[in-house]
């Protein structure tokens, strides 16, 4: 037996199941058409309406604020680690984001590897659903090649009509299926119905970065003089939500925090923005990226040139989030194609 | 490095002697408190930790040929460095490291050397300055050219001096601002530099100072015709994790912490962030 | 500092965020065994004029109160401004738009000559200040971060990125996508977003961040309906003291 059916009725009673082992974050409703991951009661994910939540999940392996070190300075330092981790199932999560994840995967076990995040993410399961239609107007998946995703969950369902068509990918994703779910196993014709529908959505993901994603390292290598980053430099605010609401964004400021006895303390990370004046600056003050269009060009290169480069995958997964949180409306699509534009009239000339 | 856990947890270590080297600069000898002897690289450095105030980076100033212990030239210029001052002899704090990659030393082996340090550029440089006398045979020709802003900014004066009466080495030493006393020379550090005789293709040269330095550096060296790979440049960035994590040090696609702070013009000439 | 003698003033304010120090009430007990408070009208009343740290609430608005300050500075090692009247002279400035002739009268009519009056300035411009507490009310726990940051001699973790940061850490809706205006994006974080998370714009009472990219923000307001005339009323509310910047 490979892939199962669980009737959209019963996904509820297997969400509600999931918890007795585990605590479970599911996709709920924050505001009309705004949805966040949360701990919730029941199963309340919005399927066909869904839209990218406001932060994606990355938030439960590499928190906003997260304790590193536990410290008592009297009469000597001494200090402990602080890896905090507890069994969790992210439900409901779509490509895209299983895409974040793994891209963050390789980066906190690259070169050193962080526990922080590897011991949360070592106890987490992740319940993919699987999208059939865009699901708004700013995801352009497809174009990075993220859509398709064969790694980095335990249990992919998909909506084929009053079911999920549901298959495992990880021993850990078989299991929790056996002892919570209500299920039946695939009949070959709901497994013809499940591959027609995953190709007749082929058509439906447009490809709008007007390059094979493969090349923008290159036009990106190419790009630190191009105009585009000037024209950004006077709109954009650098506020920095393109970065907080990014599922690839891992940059982290690191201070110490004294309790008021001033003995005893902690030393904590936070999620940080090259997006941000302060990025670069060192401690005489001077600033290695003191404008808002290099810090722009900066961060653009992270997702489609330096790390690309690094780990040979784009560090866009398409969420759109972005694009949809910039209050200037920048856009993340537009900008890449007038680099490729830019680009291309460059090599006219 | 010996954490086995976490990566952000920092050993222990004990400040064994300090010295005041400038009103700004204050020399401290540091000891793990289990003794452990070190191993590193010129060029490497660490991040101490003074709890709850932070962590700072601080490139290692003693030879590695001293094992017990490390020394480092401290400048007072944010809360951890001046927390750092504040301590003495005996006093603990927390130390990550040795970090970074440090000086290209096997392939700087039977060239002739010319080191170029600006200022506080000079801690970093001391390190592979002893080193490499420990080794003088594995070494051709070896100048040091040194450039502070005052002479009351002169950093190691006493070891300096031993390296000027060695017949083995050559030492220039030169002023911003001069004061009456000064006899040495004044000017910028590049104007060391146009009367240096060099045999390009066997020169590297190895430079650290303020970011400012550097491009002017550059040039002399390139109108020397120095090889791009042997130019190598030490970097100062912003490094809060020292380990390639947290983003702040990057340079287009590199980490100053994880493939620096050291790197020859060859790779920076393709960072167009970096001078 | 070991055990500092501290003593808050009262300038042109309405006294509240020294009232919201007196709300840390768990930690105000631990508090007063680091410092010892020698002057703080609103709960004591105690005076002295022997203090290490002057907390200063209120900006300046007449002439006495720019002697005031000035023996305040000398006497005390550390200032501490306060809250947005002490930063940046937050509301208190909207009257410098207008005479301070007309001011003195509509405020006391008949009684107008016997108050002097003078345009609204934060304390920085009178005096040298070591530390700034921002906000309209503060934030207590920005208060405890200075008082432990002057204790430990460190800078104080006083953010200079814009609301926005914090408002999206917390997961909230963006108000734009809802039509309320928003100075968010230029204002100084610290506050939690607090505003913003109980669906009421940014007012900017934290003051501008350091490189506010004013003329975008202003083109995000006229997206938003406001005229250019309105939109600077936003910013003056409590920006009147950086009125250049946003003509």
Known sequence: ?349 | ?275 | MSRPRVAFFSFSSCEGCQLVVLTIEEQLLELVTLIDIVSFREAMSEKSNDYDIAIVEGSITRDSEIERIKTIRDTAKVVVALGACATIGGINCLKNQFEMKKVQNIVYGKMADTFDTIPARPIESVIKVDYWIHGCPIDRDEFIEVTKAILLEKKPRIPDYPVCVECQMKENVCLFEKGIVCMGPITRAGCKAICPTYTDGCVGCRGLIDDPNLSSHKNLLSEHGLTVKEAISQYMLFGGNSKEKFE
Request: charged share 30%; net charge neutral.
């Open chain 2, 1 to 275: 490095m010996k954490n086995s856990n976490s990566l952000f947890l920092p050993e222990i270590a004990k400040v064994v002697s300090t010295r005041q080297l400038t009103a700004m600069e204050k020399y401290i000898e540091l000891k793990t408190i289990d003794d452990r002897e070190f191993d590193f690289t010129p060029g490497q450095f660490v991040q101490l930790s003074v709890f709850g105030i932070g962590e700072a980076p601080i490139s290692i100033s003693s030879s590695p040929f001293n094992r017990e212990s490390i020394g480092l030239c401290v400048r007072r210029a944010g809360d951890v460095t001046s927390a750092i001052h504040k301590l003495e002899p005996g006093s603990r704090l927390g130390m990550r490291g040795p970090l970074g990659k440090g000086f290209p030393v096997k392939e700087m082996r039977g060239k002739d050397l010319l080191f170029i340090a600006g200022g506080l550029g000079l801690a970093p440089l001391r390190s592979l300055i002893n080193y490499t006398l420990q080794k003088r045979d594995d070494f051709a020709r070896i100048r040091i050219l040194y450039g502070a802003k005052k002479p009351g900014e002169i950093l190691f004066p006493d070891e300096l001096q031993t390296w000027r009466e060695r017949k083995d080495i050559e030492l220039e030493i030169t002023v911003d601002t001069p004061d009456q006393n000064w006899t040495g020379k004044s000017g910028v550090i590049t104007r060391l530099m146009p009367s240096l005789k060099l045999e390009p293709e066997n020169t590297f040269a190895l430079i650290v100072g303020p970011p400012v330095m550097y491009k002017y550096v550059l040039l002399e060296l390139q109108i020397k015709q120095i090889p791009e790979t042997n130019i190598i440049m030490s970097l100062e960035r912003r490094m809060k994790c020292g380990i390639g994590k947290c983003g702040h040090c990057q340079i287009n696609g590199v980490y100053v912490c994880l493939d620096g702070p050291e790197f020859s013009y060859h790779t920076l000439k393709f960072l167009p962030e970096a001078i």
């Open chain 1, 1 to 349: 037996m490979k892939d199962v059916l669980i009737k959209k009725k019963e996904i509820g009673l297997f969400y509600k199941n999931l918890k007795e082992e585990f605590t479970v974050y599911g996709v709920k409703q924050k505001e009309k058409g705004f949805y966040v991951f949360d701990e919730t009661d029941e199963f309340s994910d919005p399927l066909e309406e869904y839209k990218p939540t406001i932060l994606p999940p990355k938030k439960f392996l590499f928190p906003q604020q997260e304790t590193l070190l536990r410290f008592n300075t009297q009469p000597h330092p001494d200090i402990k680690p602080v890896i905090g981790s507890k069994k969790q199932v992210l439900f409901g999560v779509r490509p895209c984001d299983i895409h974040g994840i793994r891209l963050l995967d390789k980066i906190f076990n690259a070169d050193h590897e962080d526990k922080n995040y590897t011991q949360k993410r070592a106890m987490t399961i992740i319940v993919g659903i699987d999208c059939l239609e865009p699901c708004y107007e700013h995801a352009h998946c497809a174009s990075v090649g993220y859509l398709e995703v064969d790694d980095g969950y335990d249990i992919m369902m998909t909506d084929i009509g009053d079911t999920f068509y549901t298959s495992w990918k990880t021993p850990q994703g078989e299991e929790i299926i056996r002892k919570y779910a209500k299920f039946l196993e695939a009949k070959n014709e709901d497994t013809d119905k499940f591959l027609r529908m995953k190709s007749e959505r082929q058509d439906r993901f447009e490809n709008k970065i007007k390059t094979n994603v493969s090349n923008l390292p290159l036009f990106f290598k190419n790009a630190d003089n191009d105009p585009v980053w000037d024209e950004l430099n006077d709109r954009c605010l650098g506020c920095g939500r393109c970065n907080i609401v990014c599922p690839t964004c891992y940059c982290f400021d690191v201070y110490d925090c004294m309790e008021l006895n001033l003995a005893s303390g902690e030393r904590c990370r936070q999620w940080d923005a090259c997006t941000l004046k302060d990025f670069a600056v060192v401690s005489t003050g001077e600033n290695f990226r003191p404008s808002r269009g290099q810090r722009l060009r900066h961060r653009f290169n992270r997702k489609f040139n330096y790390l690309m480069t690094k780990y040979n995958a784009s560090f866009c997964v398409g969420c759109g989030r972005c694009t949809r949180s910039c209050p200037v409306n920048i856009d993340l699509v537009e900008t890449v194609n007038a680099v490729i534009k830019n680009n291309r009239i460059h090599e006219k000339q």
